[in-house]
């Protein structure tokens, strides 16, 4: 029986979860890659409603998303991280041109955390973190802009990460564009909402763009 108190629910798209005025599925076909995508969630950045990860679950065919902190102890991990080609989407590596130059590879490890988070992670994760390296750089500021800061200049978010490496690695990053051009409408939306609500006086300066990160 339905509780007399309940409200109607919001409509959300089954794809996604997002609410109409955010689902970016329309215009995001699901593009099937020749590299595996093994993305390392960190528990808090799944409760997020800012992260970008999940434009990589709608927009991608070959991805695997697990939810962790130590994945030392998984098989599946232990598994595909044995495999030939695994590398490791991280700072620190020859860019993702040059080791696209000997096939796309099998594997691609993507954490998604807070830089901070991040780095906890590999210390958990020393076989991970031991796997050959492939880092990007955009040449522009992450597009999260005003919502969500880098702690360095060059420094993206995941989907951006991920669809530049991609890119790369299939040698056509237009197939990888419309992933990022959501999640730059989804920034923008709510960078909109949170200029809409900071026009109430009773709002504090900047508190309408915290709020608004809590709808993406």
Not at 33 to 62: C, D, F, K, M, Y
Not at 87 to 95: E, Q, S, T
Not at 174 to 190: G, I, K, N, T
């Amino acid at each position: 029986m339905l509780s007399l108190f309940a409200g109607p629910m919001r409509p959300t798209c089954r794809r996604c979860l997002r609410p109409p005025p955010f689902c970016p599925c329309r215009s995001l076909p699901r593009v099937a890659t020749r590299t595996h995508v093994l993305l390392l969630q960190h528990p808090r950045e799944a409760r997020l409603a800012i992260g970008s990860a999940w434009l990589l679950q709608a927009g991608l065919a070959n991805v695997e998303s697990l939810r962790g902190v130590s994945f030392e102890e998984s098989e599946r991990v232990r598994t595909l991280a044995a495999g030939p080609g695994a590398v490791l989407l991280a700072p620190g590596g020859p860019p993702v041109a040059e080791v696209a130059r000997a096939g796309p590879p099998g594997l691609l490890v993507v954490v998604d955390a807070t830089w901070r988070q991040a780095e906890k992670m590999m210390r958990a994760n020393p076989a991970l973190a031991a796997l050959p390296r492939a880092s990007v750089d955009a040449g522009r500021p992450s597009g999260y802009r005003d919502l969500r800061r880098e702690p360095a200049p060059g420094l993206l978010s995941t989907v951006e990460a991920v669809a530049l490496a991609l890119g790369a690695f299939e040698g056509e990053p237009e197939r990888f564009a419309p992933m990022v051009d959501a999640f730059h409408r989804a920034v923008d939306l709510q960078l909109a909402c949170a200029r809409g609500e900071s026009r109430a006086p009773r709002h504090r300066p900047g508190a309408a763009a915290r709020r608004a990160r809590s709808k993406i």
